[in-house]
């Protein structure tokens, strides 16, 4: 078995693929429609063949409360990895984007969070190298 | 306010507050797992927030769609004034 999909729950799928494309910079991988919904999955910008990332609606009742609850409490639904997490951060702010956390380096690894603008927070991070000696 | 002051996770939530206003439950944990050590619950530090802010020493606000916590020092003010006085304004390190 691998990993090959991971989803987000968004509340406009058309937002959302705007948002994860322009902003973040993913890359469309596939989009069929299905009636009301689509099948609306991204890869990394440099992982073509990589997990893909489905653009899931939040259809169920369920769902919309449960997102509140964890954007209430700050709460990421999904990280992603950087290389650079300060420049990463800079980019996006200069695109608009809200973070609700501002980076931090907390032991092995360097965080943040944002706002994706479709009820989600996501994380971004960055491995911080052992520093020599 | 001493009994607020009194368990050791409270005065750690306080010292991570002191650095960074704003802060949501999401952050403080992880601060609080990854600089003190401290497996606590989410449930359990929003528990000890609880506590801080009916002292007064947290404030939090609601921001969007999030709720943020930052470190009030006016009790701890208080005190200071009360039995240090002369010392808050005008002393130098």
Redesign the interface.
Known sequence: MKLYLTSVFVDDQEKAFRFYADVLGFRPAVDVPLGEHRWLTLTGPDDPDGVQLVLEPEAHPAVPPFKEALVADGIPFASFAVKDLLAETTRLKALGVVFTQEPITMGPVATAVFDDTCGNLIQIAQMVEPSAG | MFKALADPTRRAILDELAE?DD?????LC??L???HGRTSS?QAV?QHLDVLEDVGLVLVRR??????HSLDPGPIEHIVDRWLPGTRDGGTP
């Open positions: 960074r802060q949501t439950l999401f952050e992880a601060r797992l990854m600089r989410r929003s921001d969007g769609r999030c709720r943020r």
